[in-house]
């Protein structure tokens, strides 16, 4: 970007050049396959990630070594990648060590991030979020928002299987986390969705309502999870995809970083 405009400073370059030649170093394209924002993090302060979930392994690969030949960004998040995957993956980039790249799997999560710098990133104590699920099969859900967001230095608060079926468990926990200064929750539910439209009735606090596929009969895949938490009545909550806990974490970070331009 700097020899760019160095050049559109210099008279070598006219504004229109300028600003094509700027638009097309955003995005490198890998033999049709895939087109990545290699300079991501500049741009919104969140790093390039790539969904592996629905991608043929080989398309993966490449991806993943395109990225870090042309990116100006330290860092790639791979998500939903099983640990069948990630097991052999490891064993094709092995070469990115040599290079000074440090993997780091969360098998419960399936997140795999690949990083210059394997020190863990700093955390700002002021900005806290609290993530809640309703039940135990929530949780890999959540741990993908948790790793999003301790990746990103922000501290978490975890509190796991207090749903509604024992809403005494609810209360304490809750209370705790407003007592520690979160400044949003996520709350991950399945079923019938009910955990976020109780929560927003009982803070001042953004949430975030995830929807998660756990269910079963009507409740299958988590389309009457997403459904309630869509309809609710409660104020103050964000709905996102069902079992979309990394855009839950995102959501959060987008929120956080205003606090920081005020």
């Known amino acids: 970007m700097r020899e760019i405009l160095e050049d559109f400073q210099k008279g070598k370059l ?27 993090k500049a741009r919104t302060g969140f790093p390039e990630a790539i969904l592996a979930e629905t991608k043929d392994y080989d398309d993966l690969l490449l991806i993943i070594n395109g990225f870090f030949k042309n990116s100006h960004d330290d860092k790639l998040l791979i998500t939903r990648l099983s640990n069948e995957r990630y097991l052999k993956l490891k064993e094709d980039i092995s070469y990115l060590k040599s290079d000074g790249l440090f993997l780091n799997y969360n098998k419960k999560a399936k997140i795999l991030i690949i990083k210059k710098d394997n020190e863990k ?98 409740g299958q895949g988590g389309i009457t999870a997403l459904n309630a938490m869509l309809q609710s009545c409660a104020p103050g909550m964000s709905v996102v995809n069902i079992d979309n806990g990394f855009g839950a974490a995102v959501n959060a970070l987008t929120i956080l970083n205003t606090f920081d331009k005020k």
């Open 14 to 40: 006219s504004i229109n050049q300028c600003e094509n030649l700027l638009k097309s170093n955003e995005i490198m394209e890998l033999n049709n396959v895939a087109k990545l924002d290699i300079n991501r």
């Open 121 to 218: 990133p700093k955390v700002n104590y002021n900005y806290k979020v609290g993530i809640i699920t309703a039940g135990t099969s929530d949780i890999p859900i959540a741990e993908e928002s948790k790793v999003i967001l301790e990746e990103s230095g922000v501290s978490v608060l975890t509190s796991y299987d207090i749903g509604v079926a024992g809403i005494h468990r609810l209360f304490p926990n809750l209370a705790e986390m407003i007592k520690e200064n979160v400044k949003i929750l996520i709350v991950c539910a399945g079923m019938e969705g009910a955990l976020p439209s109780v929560i927003a009735g009982l803070v001042d606090i953004p949430i975030i309502a995830v929807p998660t596929s756990i269910g079963y009969g009507v």
